[in-house]
């Protein structure tokens, strides 16, 4: 089992930025995939940014490449996601979530945080 809270959400004026993080717990989830996914109402969940735990590779969404920047810090298990340069349009709902494939895919994740509300005003 990986157990996910994410946290740092909140508003923000467009052209600002925001930093998410994602605590992680549980047996072997430094041998996941990692990633952030965003919802807004309406809308799929969508691919945002993704990076393997051990070796630290990325992989972005077209909508975020050269804004967004996924990492993590193993000494404190956690997982971030510098959001720089916000638009309206990254107004969602932000999941991490933990996969043993490095996919896009949101049905090849098996474990999600409850998410964090992300509103950029404009």
């Known amino acids: 089992q990986v157990q996910l809270v994410e946290s740092g959400g909140g508003l923000v004026q467009a052209g600002g930025s925001l930093k998410l993080s994602c605590a992680a717990s549980?047996?072997?989830?430094?041998?996941?995939?990692m990633a952030w996914f965003r919802q807004a109402p309406g809308k799929e969940r969508e691919f945002v940014a993704r990076i393997t735990w051990i070796v630290g590779i990325t992989f972005y969404g077209d909508s975020v490449k050269g804004r967004f920047t996924i990492s993590r810090d193993n000494a404190k298990n956690t997982l971030y996601l510098q959001m720089n340069s916000l638009k309206p349009e990254d107004t969602a709902v932000y999941y991490c979530?933990?996969?043993?494939?490095?996919?896009?895919?949101?049905?090849?994740?098996?474990?999600w945080g409850q998410g964090t509300q992300v509103t950029v005003s404009s």
């Open positions: 549980g047996r072997a989830f430094r041998g996941y995939v």
């Open positions: 979530a933990a996969s043993q494939t490095p996919t896009t895919e949101r049905t090849k994740y098996d474990y």
